[in-house]
């Protein structure tokens, strides 16, 4: 009985999160409508971060720096990892003007990792193709 307790509370908290995070992209998605049909261009610094080799249960953190080469406003609809041991901490929730620059914090928790890891993160924006990925990879060590 336990068991099945603590698998329904770890649903609904799985849910819950997921479906928090989904509303605040489709609100964004509303509120910068006009962007979305209007893309521009995004370029950043580095896609891929190397962090080499940290022990198991340390934190990572790195600063993915971009700027919007197009022509029009850049809005980050949405920035999301695959798994919760990577959290996008900060992001712009602004428009970026051309030729403007901003930066995605991205922590990663290295805790029960260990082996080869390679983290992606996905950045939705009024962009063609709509999504890039930036990604952290590296050895977490016992």
Not at 17 to 35: D, I, L, P, V
Not at 36 to 53: A, L, R, V
Not at 109 to 121: A, E, L, M, T, Y
Request: net charge negative; charged share 25%; proline share 4%.
């Amino acid at each position: 009985m336990k068991k099945i307790i603590i698998i329904s509370v770890i649903a609904v908290t799985m849910t819950a999160c997921t479906s928090s995070e989904n509303a605040n992209a489709a609100e964004r998605k509303m509120e910068y409508a006009e962007f979305i049909d209007n893309p521009t261009e995004i370029s950043f610094d580095e896609m891929e971060f190397d962090f080499g080799k940290v022990q198991d249960g340390e934190e990572v953190t790195h600063t993915f720096k971009f700027k919007n080469t197009g022509e029009t406003q850049l809005v980050l609809l949405d920035v999301k990892a695959t798994c919760g041991c990577t959290v996008p901490q900060d992001w712009p929730e602004y428009p970026i003007a051309p030729g403007e620059t901003g930066e995605i914090t991205v922590v990663f928790d290295s805790s029960g990792k260990v082996g080869n890891v390679r983290k992606n993160v996905t950045v939705e924006a009024n962009t063609n193709p709509t999504t890039s990925m930036i990604t952290l990879v590296g050895v977490v060590t016992e």
